[in-house]
């Protein structure tokens, strides 16, 4: 039963990537990675990541895509693709490159996977997560509090209209 | 329970499709997204690892690549935007004022 679900997941997560990449309308391809992070953040839920599972939802999903589809809006990209590709061949190249990419990765990955794992996987709950977060890695916790003040500051100077 | 490796191969397979979109399109804005999706596999390639090892740790550190990812979103769409409002046409060919 779990592994039909995967599978499932699996296959709906590649699928909304492939969309992503092959759509030429840039709408759809963001509507295709909204599903994309959907089905990861269920892949996270199987993992045992419940609190990631729903930061993924919040974060990603929500913030993150409510941006791009705004960018998307503002900038109609939508007639920038159609022309010919003066650089197709080029392009194409990098097919046999990605799949190249896919077996190295694989190959090296697999080669760790000896020995036998955790006999237990933790339940990563919001309270064991945030336990975590607030002891061992609590600099690095407020470290990121000053990294979005100053996105936040860097973004409002750039998107700013010069007088 | 679907062991952990069955997760970090369909990270490897996210991760060659991210690198491929990013070569192949022309827009930047699906570069971009192109880019989440491989930071998205390599989100999903920890949180596999790290219940592998049977401690929280991997998920703390996807945590904060979600923050940086966050972050990054909003500076490079701010950076596209304001290309956009200089040159306006939107497709990395064209962009080649920076290239040596």
């Known amino acids: 039963m779990a592994y039909v679900s995967f599978f499932v997941i699996a296959a709906i997560t590649v699928g909304s990537a492939l969309g992503l990449i092959l759509r030429p309308n840039a709408i759809h391809g963001a509507l295709f990675l909204v599903v994309n992070l959907g089905s990861v953040a269920a892949l996270y839920l199987m993992l045992g990541a419940e609190f990631l599972a729903a930061a993924q939802v919040i974060v990603y999903a929500g913030a993150i895509m409510v941006l791009f589809v705004f960018a998307i809006m503002v900038l109609i990209p939508g007639k920038e693709e159609t022309g010919p590709d003066p650089r197709r061949s080029a392009r194409l190249l990098a097919l046999p490159i990605g799949g190249i990419l896919l077996l190295l990765l694989v190959f090296v990955v697999a080669g760790r996977f000896t020995g036998p794992g955790a006999a237990t996987r933790p339940s990563g709950t919001a309270g064991a997560v945030g336990r975590l977060l607030f002891t061992s890695y609590l600099f690095p916790f407020e470290l990121t509090s000053v990294l979005l003040l100053a996105a936040m500051v860097g973004v409002l100077l750039l998107a700013r209209r010069r007088a | ?100």
């Open chain 2, 1 to 100: 329970m679907v062991p952990e490796s069955y997760y970090v191969a369909l990270s490897a397979v996210l991760f060659s499709i991210g690198v491929v979109g990013v070569v192949v399109r022309r827009n930047p804005l699906v570069i971009f997204m192109s880019i989440e999706l491989m930071l998205n596999a390599a989100n999903l390639a920890l949180v596999a690892f790290g219940q592998r090892v049977g401690n929280l740790d991997g998920q703390a550190v996807v945590f904060f690549v979600m923050a940086v990812a966050a972050a990054e979103v909003a500076v490079g769409l701010a950076i596209i935007v304001t290309i956009f409002r200089v040159r306006r046409r939107l497709s990395v060919d064209e962009l080649s004022v920076m290239r040596w």
